[in-house]
C-alpha cells in the first residue's frame, strides 16, 4: 500500500529550540496538507499545497511557523522558535485533487503523525 | 464557509448494538462529505465518502451513511458494533468549487464499544 511518511514520530524539545517535521507525500499526488490535532482544538489546517505551491497558510502562525515544499517528494514544516502550546500531533496528508480529477476528489491519505512535546 | 458539528464527543454503545454518529454540516455550495476513523497512535483513515451520487453511502467495515441535505445531516451508523470498532470518527466537508478542496473536520467523536 502507497503510504504517506512522516518523520520523525516523536519529538521532545525543550522551549526555544528548532523543530522541523518532514513529510513525504504519495508519489503522484498534487497537495500537501498540513494538520494539527489538539485535545482542545481538534483538528486544525495549518497549510496546504498543491503542486508545490503554496495556496493557503491562514492558519499558521506566520512569525514562527514556516511550511515548505522543497521538491516533490518532500514537504517540511517547521517551528522556530518553539513554545510550549506548540505540543501536539502534526499530521501530514496527501491527495490527488482538481479538475478531473472526480472519482478521487478530496480524499486524503494520512501520515502517522508526529507527535511534539515542547518543555 | 464550511462547518461540521459532530454531535456527542464521546458515544458507548454495548457489542452488537446499533452504532450512530452524528454528524451536521454548514455549506453555501453542494458539498462532498467524508468520514475517517483514528485509531490510538495512528492517522486518519477514510471510511467513505459522498460526493452527490447516491446520498446512502457504503463504507468499509460495515459503516454506512446516509445525505441528507433537507437536514443538512450525514450520520454514520453500522448495524452491529464490534470491539474493534472502538475509535475516533470525524466527520469532514469539503466544498470543491472553484478550485478549493480543503477539509473542514468535526471535533470528533470517540466510540467505546462495551463486550
Known amino acids: 500500500d502507497a503510504r504517506v511518511t512522516q518523520t520523525p514520530r516523536h519529538k521532545v524539545t525543550e522551549m526555544g529550540q528548532e523543530v522541523t517535521m518532514r513529510c513525504q507525500p504519495i508519489?503522484?499526488?498534487?497537495?500537501v496538507f498540513w494538520y494539527r490535532q489538539t485535545m482542545m482544538q481538534g483538528l486544525e489546517l495549518l497549510a496546504y499545497?498543491?503542486?508545490?505551491?503554496?495556496?493557503?497558510d491562514s492558519g499558521m502562525p506566520k512569525d514562527r511557523f514556516s511550511a515548505e515544499m522543497p521538491d516533490a517528494t518532500l514537504a517540511t514544516l517547521k517551528i522556530q522558535p518553539s513554545e510550549p502550546r506548540d505540543s501536539a500531533v502534526y499530521f501530514c496528508?496527501?491527495?490527488?485533487?482538481?479538475?478531473?480529477?472526480?472519482?478521487?476528489?478530496?480524499?486524503?491519505?494520512f501520515g502517522a503523525g508526529s507527535r511534539l512535546t515542547v518543555l | 464557509a464550511q462547518s461540521v458539528t459532530q454531535l456527542g464527543s464521546h458515544v458507548s454503545v454495548s457489542e452488537g448494538a446499533l452504532v450512530l454518529l452524528r454528524c451536521n454540516y454548514s455549506?453555501?455550495?453542494?458539498?462532498?462529505l467524508f468520514w475517517y476513523v483514528q485509531y490510538p497512535n495512528q492517522g486518519l483513515q477514510l471510511l467513505l465518502k459522498?460526493?452527490?451520487?447516491?446520498?446512502l453511502v457504503k463504507g468499509i467495515n460495515g459503516f454506512e451513511a446516509e445525505f441528507k441535505k433537507s437536514e443538512t445531516s450525514f450520520h454514520l451508523t453500522k448495524p452491529s458494533a464490534h470491539m474493534s470498532d472502538a475509535a475516533e470518527y470525524f466527520c469532514?466537508?469539503?466544498?470543491?468549487?472553484?478550485?478549493?478542496?480543503?477539509?473542514?473536520f468535526g471535533k470528533g467523536t470517540k466510540l467505546s464499544v462495551i463486550p
Open positions: 496528508a496527501s491527495g490527488l485533487q482538481g479538475r478531473g480529477y472526480v472519482s478521487g476528489a478530496n480524499v486524503l491519505t
Open positions: 508519489l503522484g499526488h498534487n497537495t
Open positions: 499545497f498543491r503542486n508545490r505551491a503554496p495556496l493557503d
Open positions: 455549506s453555501s455550495v453542494p458539498p462532498y
Open positions: 459522498y460526493t452527490s451520487a447516491a446520498t
Open positions: 469532514a466537508v469539503s466544498e470543491a468549487s472553484a478550485g478549493s478542496y480543503q477539509l473542514t
